[in-house]
């Protein structure tokens, strides 16, 4: 069974730094992408950022842009998320999944089960 | 950025009946659309793709349509377990986009 274990989550001042981890198991992680998102307590779910298999791609939201980094290390079956100059609105939930596909679809199934960040004073 | 607006934001309904939520989207998707469910606590589960594939394990009751710009995702006899909220979500163009969500809740 394909698994996804997210790690790295907790509280953090504005403008600090986490990198977030996800651990991948169970299918040949180089061939899928990766994508990172996340939901704000009580708030909808939205995209933060997605990743080739190779790594040679990658993809922000506006909102995050120059601010935090994908990554992946197919060696070791890990997807990253750097987060700098965090702000409170970068407060939430989370998530890595998976492509369903081999490749890039665009949706996304399985999901980890979260990673909280919570970024106040 | 494609917009994507579901409506209603929320729906009670009883065990047995059927719902439809829909899900509208500033530009034409074709069918690069997906479904998913949320409970409380818990990640996303993929429902629908590709408009109206039906993903492996998902009961026959979820069922997608449309293309375009309006989709439908229907629950032909709502179960307990069902009582969740679902979004939308386009896949054609990054930025990828999610729709703000239906709760359905129990009548």
């Known amino acids: 069974e394909v698994q996804l274990l997210e790690s790295g989550g907790g509280l953090v001042q504005p403008g600090g730094s986490l990198r977030l981890s996800c651990a991948a198991s169970?299918?040949?992680?180089?061939?899928?992408?990766m994508t990172w998102v996340r939901q704000a307590p009580g708030k909808g779910l939205e995209w933060v950022s997605s990743i080739s298999g190779s790594g040679g791609s990658t993809y922000y939201a506006d909102s995050v842009k120059g601010r935090f980094t994908i990554s992946r290390d197919n060696s070791k079956n890990t997807l990253y998320l750097q987060l700098n100059s965090l702000r409170a609105e970068d407060t939430a939930v989370y998530y890595c999944?998976?492509?369903?596909?081999?490749?890039?679809?665009?949706?996304?199934?399985?999901w980890g089960q979260g990673t909280l960040v919570t970024v106040s004073s | 950025d494609i917009q994507m607006t579901q409506s209603p934001s929320s729906v009670s309904a009883s065990v047995g009946d059927r719902v439809t939520i829909t899900c509208r989207a500033s530009?034409?998707?074709?069918?690069?659309l997906a479904w998913y469910q949320q409970k409380p606590g818990k990640a996303p589960k993929l429902l629908i793709y590709a408009a109206s594939s039906l993903q492996s394990g998902v009961p026959s009751r979820f069922s997608g349509s449309g293309s375009g710009t309006d989709f439908t995702l229907t629950i032909s006899s709502l179960q307990p377990e069902d009582f969740a909220t679902y979004y939308c979500q386009q896949a054609i163009t990054f930025p990828l986009t999610f729709g703000g969500g239906t709760k359905v809740e129990i009548k």
């Open positions: 999944a998976k492509d369903t596909q081999a490749g890039t679809t665009g949706w996304f199934d399985p």
């Open positions: 530009q034409g998707l074709s069918s690069w």
């Open positions: 169970e299918f040949t992680f180089s061939s899928y992408a």
